[in-house]
């Protein structure tokens, strides 16, 4: 049975204190007041301070011995992550430094163009292109939580990935007046009001603040499979009974309390990051016709395909008999 050493500490002290009083010819009734005084309290908060210190000595003598044991088997874990997931974290590494290049190449060929062609599309080039490069950044993040078996961190990552493709989906359809109104909204704390230039919000009521529902609701990724797996992700996110019960690295046993790696799950954030980031990089290349752009976008949207197969054949190969 497990030992609480603080109380029995605790108890070990009061009965030799009691024990002393005892011994002293003190009578019943001023040791029943002394046990209902705070004296008592006081006492125990003592101990407890005094035993605090000791722990957080002993923990500061023995801390690099046991970090670096924990180090040893976190890479182990990584290393078994890497035999079981090595070929779909490739496959979605490789899309990201691939359009990391791409975006690049096309970055240089819009800087080569007239300036009134420029002058036309810039706000939207602008605002389009800073949100790309927050979604490769943040792409790479939910490969590193999968790497390191995080599927519901990767997951929660996940919302503001598809968030920002919804963002730019909105700002390329509505033009320069609303990407104008993103750029400088960026100084000040309006999360989506700048929104509300745009026709489709010409209506709207004037009492009620632009949400990003409503800016959801007239975007491609706003599909009921899309609504669903975003609300999911809102309840990775929060503290909510759903996200709390039920977790993507948990398997199928939900008594199991995870509170750490597992190898689990890490294909539903995988596969729809890959989508989002493509679909961000496709809002980018439409600005400019640019055939390599063009030809890197639809090999994009091939691979995305090739990463979900990666995913299904690993999940059938090492989790089939779990599902079952």
Not at 143 to 172: K, M, P, T, V
Not at 177 to 205: G, I, M, N, P, Q
Request: net charge negative; glycine share 4%.
């Amino acid at each position: 049975m497990p030992n609480d050493y603080t109380t029995e500490m605790f108890m070990k002290t009061l009965n030799e204190l009691l024990e002393n009083k005892i011994n002293k010819g003190i009578s019943e009734d001023e040791i029943d007041k002394f046990l209902q005084s705070e004296a008592i309290s006081n006492m125990y908060q003592k101990i407890v301070k005094v035993m605090a210190d000791d722990v957080a000595k002993t923990i500061e003598a023995i801390m690099y011995e046991k970090v670096l044991e924990e180090r040893a088997y976190t890479d182990e874990f990584i290393a078994r992550m890497e035999q079981k997931w090595g070929k779909a974290f490739v496959a979605s590494e490789a899309l990201y430094i691939c359009v990391i290049e791409s975006a690049q190449s096309y970055g240089k060929y819009v800087v080569e163009q007239p300036k009134e062609k420029k002058d036309e599309v810039a706000f939207v080039y602008k605002a389009i292109i800073s949100i790309h490069a927050r979604a490769c950044q943040e792409y790479l993040e939910i490969l590193c939580l999968c790497r390191n078996g995080f599927a519901d961190g990767a997951y929660a990552r996940w919302r503001s990935l598809y968030e920002l493709s919804i963002i730019s989906d909105f700002i390329r359809k509505n033009g320069r007046r609303v990407a104008e109104s993103f750029l400088k909204a960026a100084d000040t704390e309006d999360r989506y009001e700048w929104a509300r230039c745009a026709e489709c919000f010409r209506h709207y009521s004037k009492d009620k603040f632009i949400t990003f529902g409503a800016i959801q609701k007239q975007c491609a990724l706003s599909t009921t499979e899309w609504r669903e797996q975003y609300n999911l992700s809102n309840q990775l996110v929060h503290a909510s009974p759903q996200g709390t019960m039920y977790r993507l690295g948990n398997k199928l046993d939900t008594e199991i309390l995870s509170a750490g790696h597992s190898d689990y799950g890490v294909s539903t954030p995988m596969v729809q990051a890959a989508i989002c980031l493509v679909c961000i990089t496709a809002d980018l290349f439409t600005l400019f016709q640019h055939g390599d752009s063009m030809v890197s976008m639809i090999a994009f949207h091939n691979w995305v395909d090739k990463i979900q197969n990666y995913c299904n054949e690993i999940e059938k190969n090492c989790f089939e008999d779990e599902k079952q």
